[in-house]
């Protein structure tokens, strides 16, 4: 998993190296750069005391909403299974309702003009598309090579008969010593809930980052009031979705805080990139659309395929669930309880 862990971390830079694009055009290149004016330097310094509070608030609210069912609950109860129903719905509206509109939007936008793609070809539902694809790619032929590489090392530790071969896929037994011999796989579940938990982290932390920087490059006290509380519960209500899937993976504790700590400081790192170029930052400038509306649609594509296969489908569809017709109904309720308050959160998001 560590060669994985990496990678994640890698592609969050690569998202950090590509968000300076974000400004690369000044409001002289075209007439959809227009600019809201200059402010008073008492006016930039309350907007700026502003932007620190959001920062904090923001941070840790994630804190909090991650580390809740990662130490707050027992995965076995069935309230966990509740939870999980919950946040849930929480991620499959943060694609639906938050992620891609906001792509749809950004990709929409007059400023990108009518040469193709960007006239009536869907660009959106593409990238969308291509991003729940690769996602199942990525967790596929990352499953199956760890499956493969453990099998590789559990054969090499199997016993040699007289013969000089190894015993594989078969058990003996040794009565009268007390002990056995046998080979089994890992099981492929914990892995993949591993693999399913960082993905969706890296779906959660590239919308993060956007937003915290939508907050960062606000002009005035009142465009940053309703997105500091949108934002603040936006953060708290993710960041209980992905502790829940944290928990249920059962990571070491390092990598625990690793990921903790990876999924908080995305939308204050993004507020403090916001800051520093709120100077010369232009949102409709066509690099700027095509960034962040590609990453948007990627980010959706993710998080819609990861609630509804990886999170909704295996819950609803395990022993335990399908047992009981009161978990069933608590379930549902709590799947769209957590979609109807995300999604109420987009009035002011």
């Given amino acids: 998993m560590g ?24 409001d002289e290149e075209n007439e959809c750069g227009s600019s809201s004016g200059r402010s008073s330097a008492a006016e930039k310094a309350t907007v700026l005391k502003y932007k620190i509070g ?6 840790l609210a994630g804190i909090f ?10 995965s076995e109860s069935n309230f966990f299974m509740f939870v999980k129903a919950f946040a849930a719905g929480v991620i499959l509206a943060t ?27 869907p660009v959106t539902g593409l990238v969308a598309m291509a991003g729940a694809i690769l996602t199942m790619l990525i967790e596929s032929f990352a499953s199956g090579y760890m499956n493969r590489s453990r099998v590789e090392n559990e054969a090499k530790t199997l016993p040699v008969r007289n013969d000089g071969d190894k015993e594989i896929g078969s058990a003996h037994t040794h009565a009268s010593e007390g002990h056995s011999h046998g080979f089994s796989l ?9 693999i399913v938990t960082q993905i969706l982290e890296l779906g959660i932390v590239v919308h993060s980052v956007i937003i915290g ?21 936006h953060q708290l209500f993710e960041g209980f979705g992905l502790g829940g899937c944290i928990s249920e993976a059962k990571f070491e504790i390092k990598k625990v805080w690793t990921m903790v700590l990876f999924f908080a400081l995305t939308a204050p790192a993004g507020i403090g990139i916001g800051i520093g170029v709120s100077e010369i930052y232009n949102e409709n400038s066509p690099m700027a659309l095509k960034v962040s509306g590609f990453l948007n649609a990627v980010a959706a594509g993710i998080l819609i395929y990861m609630a509804l296969v990886d999170l909704v489908a295996p819950l609803f569809l395990n022993h335990k669930a399908q047992s009981s017709m009161k978990i069933q109904l608590a379930c549902s309720v709590s799947l769209i309880f957590g979609a109807g308050l995300m999604s109420l959160i987009a009035v002011w998001a």
Avoid: Y
């Avoid at 909403?65 to 027992?74: A, H, N, R, T």
């Avoid at 890992?186 to 591993?194: A, G, T």
């Avoid at 939508?214 to 465009?223: E, F, I, N, W």
């Fill in 3 to 26: 060669c994985f862990s990496r990678t994640l971390i890698l592609a969050f830079v690569c998202l950090l190296v590509t968000l300076p694009l974000l400004v690369s055009a000044t």
């Fill in 54 to 59: 959001a920062f904090f608030s923001i941070l």
């Fill in 65 to 74: 909403g991650v580390c809740l069912p990662i130490f707050g609950l027992k």
């Fill in 95 to 121: 694609g639906f309702v938050h992620i891609l509109p906001d792509a749809t939007e950004s990709l929409t936008s007059p400023c990108l003009g009518e040469e193709p793609p960007w006239g009536d070809f």
């Fill in 186 to 194: 890992v099981p492929q579940d914990d892995l993949r809930k591993k």
């Fill in 213 to 233: 920087i939508s907050l960062g490059v606000s002009p005035s006290v009142s465009t940053i009031k309703p997105l500091l509380a949108a934002i603040t519960f």
